[in-house]
């Protein structure tokens, strides 16, 4: 992760506390989950949980890694995964094995999220938010209306020859590791230190050589590829394709939430943000079906009050509590979270009634 | 298609969808303009304003119009609550931590109304919801008549108010340059409060009004809202006679592309727009012409 980049000065990035062995929890972790179907090949609930929750991590890492990485929230990504979705269908209609067509449907989402990422991400902070809205909504109803291509508001029914559900949850945790991969490798790189160095003073970074237009457009298209993969996963899965679930605002603010409560910028919090959202969805679905959002909306906004580094940064703070000889836990607040605010004061934002110099509100045993 | 009476009815048709669309989109300006913040619970709000009224008229028995202006001082102190206890908490923070926050709010806000009135239409059928009013050769809805009416009379009282109150000067000098207006001894964090609350109250008042015109549900705010977007962006985000001017453009740019495309496409157009005012003309479309020195 950070440590292994050999030419990363620590002035880019605060030194964050990381959860134990880190790099090595994510291989152990997904050999021990790849086992399951070996272990329990007849056991579709822990098949099918395990397929979202993959298709989830794998989205909330890809998301996270302009939303996070680079610091331009989108809530439009349901188009891409929508246009994987659909490009896998199509060609699958068309004669192509499902699997072959997962790339194209990727490269599809890429290069949709260049023809929007070029004007939009000129955008800055929540005007590319709200734009991003704007072009996913659009294409929602594009889709709907294109209904000799997409089969408008009747559907679309797909060849119901798919393999077993154990298949499927491997497929899903393969993309899940790969966007593990590539989210750790971008965070290592040059390049995710270019993203860091553009999420905390676009100018200053453009000052100093960093080409942020490509780098933006560059994290948009691969971060689209991976969602675009996963769409085109999920229409296998599915086998029945609509305009309203695969390009909903939903499934685009899903990958938000994800990513935010997880914790915005990191690699685990996706992850972690993910397992939650969807064993939180999947237990309440059926009982209360508008209850997981009302949750995850509660969430958030206590997140961002209390602990914007979402629940890795929960995590770390805990483990760094209980680690022998660690600083007290009042210590964390003071490290500048993914919403951390400038650090010269900007005059005229008066502070007077703001209860904490910094963001995050007052935590509990804290002495400062 | 092209007769000289649909082109009339359109432009009619228009001007009075422009009066909703500007009552609608004037708290979410008033928000933008003081505090910089992009409100996204307005969406929330506007649901639930309609909700409200729908609310009175089963237990109170009132009128919709009514309810709407009952919808004011309770969304103000639901507003100013939301500025105290959440937004000021985060406004010193990056601007995407603030839209988060209202966007979490609205998440909030929809789905405890999903959980409270379920995912059904609603609607309110007053006395005069089918009638309509004939001028010269042309009819026009009674309900969308007094939509605009009631729309502008409001947003001429609070233009009034704006330029001639304590409170409202020192609202448009926060506009104008929150600093300058710090250093000329306007609490503006308290402006600021003030300015949440009648963002939040207007987003009630329409969504009130708005239950004469449509059917409701919780997620009933979502498209209003971007429609919002729009006309703020092109009314130039921190103009408040801006907006008018955003919700004339849009209001006409829809009843017109009718014309030339499939009625469903309708609201690709306001998207379309909101992207496009975005990126070209930050400053909006009045920006374009004079002011230049």
Redesign the interface.
Request: glycine letters at 10%.
């Given at each position: 992760m950070i440590g292994s980049a050999p030419g990363a000065p620590a002035v880019v990035r605060p030194a964050r506390p990381r959860l134990p062995a880190a790099p090595l929890l994510a291989p152990a972790l997904g050999v021990a989950l790849a086992l399951v179907p070996v272990a329990a090949p007849g056991n579709i609930t822990v098949l099918n949980l395990g397929f979202f929750t993959f298709l989830y991590v794998a989205q909330g890492l890809a998301w996270n890694i302009l939303g996070g990485f680079a610091?331009y929230?989108s809530f439009g990504y349901a188009a891409f995964f929508g246009l994987g979705a659909y490009t896998t269908a199509l060609l699958w209609l068309g004669g192509w094995t499902p699997v072959l067509t997962f790339p194209v449907g990727g490269l599809v989402a890429a290069v949709f999220s260049l023809i929007v990422g070029v004007?939009?991400l000129?955008?800055v902070?929540?005007?590319f938010?709200?734009?991003t809205?704007?072009?996913g909504?659009?294409m929602r109803?594009?889709m709907?209306?294109l209904d000799r291509i997409t089969g408008g508001a009747s559907g679309l029914n797909l060849p119901t020859a798919v393999p077993s559900k154990a298949w499927f949850y491997t497929a899903a945790l393969l993309m899940a590791a790969v966007a593990y991969a590539a989210a750790t490798w971008i965070r290592g790189s040059r390049f995710g230190l270019g993203l860091a160095a553009l999420r905390m003073d676009l100018e200053a970074a453009e000052t100093l050589g960093v080409r942020t237009a490509l780098f933006k457009n560059v994290a948009h298209m691969i971060s689209a590829f991976l969602v675009g993969v996963c769409g085109g996963l999920f229409a296998t899965y599915f086998q029945y394709l609509h305009p309203d679930t695969v390009f909903s605002?939903t499934e685009s603010?899903s990958l938000?939430l994800i990513a935010?409560i997880g914790g915005l910028g990191t690699i685990w919090g996706p992850i972690l943000g993910a397992a939650v959202f969807y064993a939180v969805q999947d237990y309440l679905q059926t009982s209360?079906p508008?209850?997981h959002?009302?949750a995850?909306?509660?969430?958030?906004?206590v997140i961002?009050?209390f602990e914007?580094r979402g629940l890795a940064g929960l995590a770390a703070r805990i483990w760094g509590h209980y680690r022998p000889g660690a600083p007290p836990i009042a210590a964390a607040p003071a490290a500048p979270g993914a919403?951390?605010?400038p650090a010269v004061p900007?005059?005229?934002?008066?502070?007077?009634?703001?209860?904490a110099p910094?963001?995050p509100?007052p935590v509990p045993g804290s002495t400062a | 298609m092209f007769t000289a009476q649909n082109l009339i009815s359109l432009c009619i048709t228009s001007i009075l969808t422009a009066g909703l669309y500007a009552v609608m989109s004037y708290g979410l300006a008033i928000i933008y303009g003081v505090m910089k913040v992009?409100n996204l619970s307005n969406a929330g709000f506007l649901m639930l304003g309609a909700f409200m009224t729908m609310v009175y008229s089963q237990v109170l028995h009132l009128d919709p119009v009514a309810g709407a202006f009952l919808n004011m001082p309770l969304f103000f102190a639901a507003g100013w609550l939301v500025y105290v206890t959440?937004v000021?908490?985060?406004?010193?923070?990056?601007?995407?931590?603030s839209?988060?926050?209202l966007?979490?709010?609205?998440?909030?806000l929809?789905?405890?109304a999903?959980?409270v009135w379920g995912s059904d239409d609603q609607s309110i059928i007053t006395r005069y919801t089918y009638k309509a009013l004939p001028l010269f050769d042309y009819r026009i809805a009674l309900t969308r008549l007094i939509v605009f009416a009631v729309a502008v009379a409001v947003m001429a009282v609070l233009q009034i108010l704006l330029n001639h109150t304590y409170i409202g000067k020192a609202l448009r000098a926060t506009v104008q340059d929150?600093?300058a207006a710090?250093l000329a001894g306007i609490d503006?964090?308290r402006i600021s409060g003030y300015a949440f609350g009648l963002g939040t109250a207007f987003a009630g008042f329409a969504g009130g009004l708005m239950t004469l015109l449509f059917s409701f549900t919780p997620d009933f705010g979502?498209?209003f809202q971007?429609k919002s977007?729009?006309i703020i962006v092109l009314g130039g985000l921190e103009n408040l006679a801006g907006v008018t001017v955003g919700a004339a453009i849009l209001a006409f740019a829809e009843s017109f592309a009718v014309l030339f495309m499939?009625a469903?496409?309708q609201?690709?157009i306001?998207?379309?727009l909101?992207?496009v005012a975005?990126?070209v003309m930050?400053g909006g479309v009045t920006s374009l012409f004079g002011r230049r020195s």
């Open positions: 610091g929230v004007p939009t000129r955008l902070g929540p005007y938010s709200i734009a809205i704007g072009v909504e659009a109803i594009l709907l209306n605002f603010i938000v935010l209360y508008t209850f959002l009302l995850y909306g509660i969430l958030l906004i961002l009050l914007p919403f951390g605010p900007v005059p005229g934002e008066t502070g007077s009634h703001v209860p910094d963001g509100g | 992009v959440l000021r908490r985060v406004r010193q923070a990056l601007p995407i931590a839209l988060l926050m966007f979490g709010l609205w998440l909030v929809q789905n405890l999903l959980t929150p600093q710090l503006t964090e979502g498209p971007l977007f729009t499939r469903s496409l609201n690709v306001a998207y379309a909101l992207v975005l990126i930050p």
